[in-house]
């Protein structure tokens, strides 16, 4: 009684000393229960046992400010710690909000700054127009529009998850975070696939080179081409250049790497194949690979929203059309570059735009003449036995990573044929370990949002009599300060002062 006489008295004291300059309607007590610093004349830092004495009561001149002021400036201290200490999960979470702001201020300068509009219009426009013949040519500031559509792909595809997909997935009753989530992913796959497939299966079907692999390589190199072409290339580069993000951003799954392998290795063969003017192929292996990310998509959401049927009977055109596409027609394409290229591209270079093409001339020494179409779009291009077998390799290189998704879907299919309804044997365990990591989170976040509480309170209102009562067993410290060492004491101690956020 004594110590807690001594306690309210220096607390008085301090607070009468301060009442000429604050206003006592608007101070602010702080209260820290993980710090407490001894008053007790008796105790000596060596000692192993200390008595929990009342939490140190610190008063702070404040302007006036509300409930909602304090927690705006809460989180406002927080979203800047989060951009600072986890700038990739910061990103995440604001992907509409930094999409459109880019988007906007770069329409902005577009609009309000003429003389900048020649760089601007780089960003939203195809490059490279050719008025004599019609047509676009490769060129460096290609890349400017491929970073714009990394942008707005990463804006869409979080709106329509946010505010389309995940809307519908509970409109149709699912509850499940985890589920909606992976249902808005695979929508919006099944969507941009919807639109780019189509776009590219018309193209291959009205084309002199369909269903005729020679039609591949004849009239090489083609230095300019069609604007529709031209920017379905462009824009098949920025998605998969979008999806590294996304892999990137997101949780990762239990095939992260090989992923990130499959997804690299197609970013490097559109950037050759577009530079090197190898156009029709890439056309064609873009259609091969998009009717999978079409089609699977479609039977994953039918799976979340409780279509098993349907969904098996999905996954059994999926099965057919992977190995057909990927494993049959894929290996077709492989052959042709290896045996029509050979024999209707013979070893010799290039030089010059579309409609001023020189050559063919000889191999010039070095290896640097590899490099040139990436540094010139219109400098020297070459064909050799060399570039033949490195794209045919990349191309092999793609085949190998499809094969353990091969094995994973015969697996499945063996589940379907036993009985079993199909499943993404890629992502239960997965789940399960998510599902296990997020009630380690929220454990962890449950404790560490009781380290430091502030409330405004009076410090008559206060009992550190009944408080010491409650608290008043001796508790080992390794320290000289004491602190609460134990969970259950935080917890009584913070849902008897009245914090915000009680503590179950």
């Known amino acids: 009684m004594q110590q807690a006489s001594h306690i309210l008295a220096t607390g008085e004291m301090k607070r009468r000393s301060l009442d000429r300059e604050l206003d006592p ?59 600072l200490q986890n700038p990739t999960q910061w990103l995440f979470e604001n992907q509409i909000g930094v999409s ?18 020649s760089f601007t219009s780089k960003f939203f426009t195809l490059s490279g127009y050719n008025p004599a013949t019609g047509k676009y040519g490769v060129t460096r500031d290609d ?73 591949l390589w004849t009239e090489w190199p083609r230095r300019e081409m069609e604007g529709l072409m031209k920017g379905y290339i462009l824009a098949q580069l920025a998605y998969w250049t979008q999806q590294v ?3 990137n951003l997101e949780a990762r799954r239990q095939d992260y790497w090989q992923m990130i392998a499959h997804h690299c290795a197609t970013i490097i063969l559109i950037t050759t194949a577009y530079a090197y003017h190898y156009t029709r192929v890439s056309n064609l292996i873009l259609v091969l690979m998009d009717i999978i990310e079409l089609i699977f998509p479609l039977a994953k959401c039918l799976k979340y929203l409780g279509f098993t049927t349907i969904c098996d009977v999905i996954f059994g055109i999926f099965m057919v059309t992977w190995l057909i596409t990927r494993h049959v027609f894929y290996l077709m394409t492989c052959w042709s570059v290896y045996y029509d290229l050979a024999r209707l591209v013979p070893t010799q270079c290039y030089k010059g735009p579309g409609d001023n093409l020189q050559g063919p001339s000889s191999i010039p020494e070095g290896q640097s003449y590899l490099l040139e179409p990436f540094r010139n779009p219109t400098g020297l291009i070459c064909m050799t036995d060399g570039i033949r077998i490195g794209f045919l390799s990349y191309l092999l290189i793609l085949q190998a990573i499809m094969i353990p998704w091969s094995a994973a879907i015969v697996r499945v299919a063996i589940r379907v044929v036993r009985g079993d309804s199909a499943e993404d044997v890629r992502s239960d365990d997965e789940e399960e370990e998510e599902e296990e990591g997020e009630v380690e989170k929220d454990q962890k976040m449950e404790f560490e949002t009781a380290q430091i509480i502030e409330e405004e309170v009076g410090v008559d209102v206060i009992d550190f009599d009944a408080w010491k009562r409650r608290s008043g067993a001796k508790q080992t410290a390794r320290s000289s300060g004491a602190s609460i060492s134990r969970h259950s004491d935080r917890k009584e101690f913070l849902n008897r002062i009245g914090c915000e956020r009680q503590i179950d």
């Open 25 to 83: 309607a608007t101070s602010r007590v702080a209260l820290y229960p993980d710090h407490y610093p001894d008053h007790h004349p008796d105790h000596h830092p060596e000692h192993t046992h200390t008595h929990i004495n009342p939490p140190t009561v610190r008063i702070e001149a404040t302007e006036k400010s509300s409930p909602q002021t304090m927690a705006s400036h809460v989180k406002t201290k927080a979203t800047r710690r989060g951009l």
């Open 143 to 215: 890349v400017y529009f491929v970073g714009f559509c990394v942008v707005l792909f990463s804006g869409i595809r979080a709106g329509l998850m946010k505010y389309v997909l995940a809307p519908f997935a509970r409109f149709w009753g699912l509850s499940n975070k985890k589920c909606i989530t992976r249902f808005s992913e695979q929508g919006w796959m099944f969507m941009y696939n919807a639109v780019f497939w189509s776009l590219g299966m018309r193209m291959y079907l009205t084309s002199a080179y369909a269903l005729n692999m020679e039609e």
């Open 245 to 247: 993000l996304v892999v």
């Open 100 to 117: 459109l702001n880019l988007i906007l201020a770069l329409f902005f300068i577009h609009a309000v700054s003429p003389q900048q509009r």
